[in-house]
């Protein structure tokens, strides 16, 4: 994989000092712009959870049917990400990536003007097709034309809208849906697609790979029935449906067989769509699995802890929405702190003690009670904040640390995709965890505090396993980007 980007990185070696800046600014641009269409991405699939009532009115369907737009949008995202590597390396990353803009812009039109279920689900599958094609392509656009001593810098540019977007996304809904009509939470992607796409087409420069693969199509077809049963299986297994049980149950499974199947086409095909290479590289291994635990656990609490103040504590709507952008006050307040302090404990340090402190962040929670002033409430979730960004950063850089740049498409195109599985896995996770917690108690009807409880606990588990794989990296893991 030698594209243009890849050669645009060696050329900037012979460059005088202001050529060098320049490219540097150009690449920062770049990743201004992923980082907007990151946030676009990221900022849909949350956003209309607080427009389903009045989205169902329209209509004329249950407010529970409509979160089949959440969960198809989630799905295309997770199925469609496999080709983004592929079609980057046909057809050129500038027209794959202001491709995918156009058809995000245009689904996006298509889901304001629906007047049914059917149509807007439809809309919403194809919303997320550009939104599988947008991020990856974008971030190896990246990965290929940065120096190793600014990757940290860069990465931590198109990291932050992942943590912003699921916090910010409800909130936003809110006024929109309460200000305007739900239409225009999908019509104000129209201008900022508009622009993305022509500074995509000024920016990203031209060219694709002289190495093309061909189309793997089992590889394709096993990937995505893989996604696809993960995610269906593990929200039937958090529904409260009758005989939801068994299906996920069996969904899951399956999904296991088929991911144990297209590891081992990935294997034994001598050009698959998702090669697995990078997956030698410790420190990207590491990002991989530890990397998707702890995504997991941060994608479930946007979505957990405004359930417990609401359900369980009686606050408002409102006022949970605002104690909820504590997190996203601590994910902004770390930002500035991020890169200095990789660059003085390094990565390894920086993961183990940073996250134990996220799993205690998240036990910190189990000490929210009803009637707590909102102050103190607010300061447990900042800081859960602060670390969270941290953590979330951290794993990004490392996972492409060591990575050498003919192989960094194929490690971008397997990160995305178990970025965004991590992401949509979440708040299923929760679903599930919260379910299970009322089998244990043999409790009926209504949620209690208790269940929370349970949940958070299993969420903090989650996140206590994804040290593990930090623990096993040298100390001087990823030291070559941290150098300035």
């Keep these: 994989m030698a594209g243009a980007p890849a050669q645009s990185a060696q050329v900037r070696t012979h460059q005088s000092p202001e050529g060098l800046v320049n490219a540097s600014r150009h690449t920062t641009f770049i990743a201004l712009l992923v980082a907007i269409t990151f946030f676009m991405e990221n900022l849909d699939a949350t956003v209309i959870a607080t427009a389903l009532p009045q989205m169902a009115r329209d209509f ?14 989630l799905l295309a995202v997770a199925v469609f990400i496999p080709l983004s590597g592929w079609l980057a390396d046909r057809f050129g990353a500038r027209q794959v990536f202001a491709g995918a803009i156009a058809l995000f812009t245009l689904a996006s039109w298509l889901c304001g003007l629906a007047t049914d279920l059917e149509t807007f689900v439809v809309a919403r599958v194809l919303q997320g097709i550009g939104g599988a094609l947008m991020v990856p392509v974008g971030r190896l656009v990246v990965l290929r034309t940065t120096d190793k001593q600014d990757l940290v810098k860069r990465l931590a540019v198109i990291t932050w809208p992942g943590l912003v977007a699921p916090v910010l996304g409800p909130p ?8 305007l009509s739900w239409p225009w939470i999908f019509y104000l992607n129209i201008p900022l697609g508009v622009l993305a796409i022509a500074a995509a087409w000024w920016l990203i420069p031209a060219g694709r790979s002289s190495e093309a693969r061909r189309f793997d199509l089992l590889g394709f077809g096993l990937l995505a029935s893989a996604c696809a049963a993960w995610l269906i299986g593990l929200e039937m297994l958090g529904s409260l449906a009758a005989g939801s049980l068994p299906g996920g149950a069996v969904l899951v499974a399956a999904g296991g067989l088929l991911s144990w199947l297209a590891v081992r086409h990935c294997q034994r095909h001598p050009a698959p769509l998702l090669p697995l290479a990078a997956m030698g590289i410790a420190t990207f291994r590491a990002s991989i699995v530890g990397g998707t635990l702890f995504r997991l656990s941060i994608s479930a609490l946007p979505f957990l802890i405004p359930l417990m103040l609401q ?5 408002s709507p409102v006022d949970a929405g605002w104690l909820v952008l504590a997190i996203f006050a601590g994910n902004l307040a770390m930002k500035p702190f991020t890169t200095g302090l990789l660059r003085r404990y390094g990565f390894r340090r920086v993961l183990l003690v940073n996250g134990m402190i996220g799993v205690c962040s998240i036990l910190a929670c189990l000490g929210l009670q009803q009637g707590m002033p909102w102050y103190w409430m607010a300061l447990v979730l900042f800081m859960g904040g602060l670390s969270r960004s941290m953590q979330f950063t951290t794993y990004n850089a490392v996972g492409f640390s060591e990575v050498p740049k003919p192989q960094m498409g194929e490690a971008s195109t397997l990160f995305s995709m178990f970025f965004q599985l991590a992401m949509a896995l979440g708040v299923a996770v ?41 623990v096993r990296l040298p100390g001087n893991a990823g030291e070559q980007v941290l150098r300035t």
Excluded: K
């Excluded at 936003?172 to 200000?179: A, D, F, Q, R, S």
């Excluded at 359900?311 to 606050?315: D, M, T």
């Design 60 to 73: 004329a369907e249950h407010p529970v049917s409509l979160n089949i737009g959440i969960s198809a949008y």
């Design 172 to 179: 936003i809904g809110g006024l929109i849906v309460t200000h």
């Design 430 to 470: 929760v679903a599930l965890l919260l379910r299970l917690a009322m089998i244990v108690r043999g409790g009926e009807g209504g949620m209690t505090v208790s269940d929370f409880h349970f949940a958070l606990l299993g969420v903090a588990l989650i996140a206590c396993l994804a040290l593990v794989d930090a």
């Design 311 to 315: 359900v369980g504590f009686g606050l």
